[in-house]
């Protein structure tokens, strides 16, 4: 069984979770160099299904995403407001 973690040596950015064929595949969490993190799905190394995007600050955008584009979701700000 491979390593499920991944370190960026241009971007910075880190992963940890399921791979299949040395790519994201599963549930797993991608870190950017800036703090930005995805906790959700993966297919073939893209986002793809139900997942968060978590900034730096505390906001978080839950929502749906189909080879790494969003096309569904909700934001809640880090004080928790909604936005709608």
């Not at 040395?22 to 993966?42: C, S």
């Not at 900034?55 to 909604?82: C, M, Q, Y």
């Amino acid at each position: 069984m491979s390593d499920p973690s991944y370190t960026g040596s241009y971007t910075g950015s880190t992963y940890e979770g399921s791979k299949v064929w040395g790519e994201a595949e599963g549930k797993g969490t991608y870190t950017f160099a800036d703090g930005l993190r995805f906790e959700g799905d993966f297919v073939d190394g893209e986002f793809h299904g139900k997942g968060k995007l978590i900034f730096p600050n505390g906001a978080v955008i839950n929502g749906e995403w189909e080879h790494g584009r969003e096309v569904k979701s909700d934001l809640t700000f880090e004080d928790g407001l909604e936005f709608a």
